[in-house]
């Protein structure tokens, strides 16, 4: 459930590993942490682009909960209180959809990276992070989600330059 680092070493950004630290350090005893356990202020920076899904209908449907303002640039709108079904994703629907569930079945983090589905995001990179939540330190009953967006050719020159050698 919550063992080893491996996941932590395959994050490419800081803030990435900041909330996914912070998510570990409230998993104590092996349980998983609560909506509760989730301080806003020790993630403040992360908050614009944070969310808390909620798992329904038995892991088939996931609504938004919360959503920080940095989604309104993407959606053109708000999105919480939607369905993951609901949100203009495209075919990126069934990705999100596939995510979420291995987050409740298997009962630990995923982080990866994709491109949004969204109109307004077609020229973004996606990093993003899913923590399980639980009421009773076992069920997953919510995700806690972390995004962050950079435009596609930066992410693709800091990768070329993470190859170059100095001297």
């Known amino acids: 459930m919550i063992k080893g ?28 942490p609560t909506r509760d356990d989730i ?22 449907r996931f609504r938004i909960r919360l959503a920080g303002t940095g989604f309104w640039n993407l959606f053109d709108s708000e999105i919480q209180g939607r369905h993951i079904d609901e949100l203009p994703l495209g075919c990126r629907i069934e990705y999100w959809q596939r995510v979420l569930r291995n987050v409740v079945q298997n009962k630990r983090a995923y982080a990866g990276v994709t491109r949004p589905g969204t109109p307004n995001g077609s020229h973004l990179a996606q990093f993003w992070i899913r923590m ?25 020159r800091s990768e070329t330059d993470q190859n170059k050698v100095y001297a």
């Open 132 to 156: 399980p939540l639980s009421e009773n330190g076992s069920d997953v009953n919510m995700i806690l989600g972390y995004d962050h967006f950079v435009k596609m050719e930066r992410a693709a």
């Open 5 to 32: 680092n491996a996941l932590r070493h395959q994050m490419v950004l800081p803030q990435q590993q900041k909330i996914y630290d912070y998510w570990r350090s409230k998993c104590v005893g092996g349980q998983l």
């Open 39 to 60: 301080e806003p202020h020790v993630i403040g920076k992360q908050l614009p682009t944070t969310t808390i899904t909620e798992v329904c209908e038995g892991a088939e």
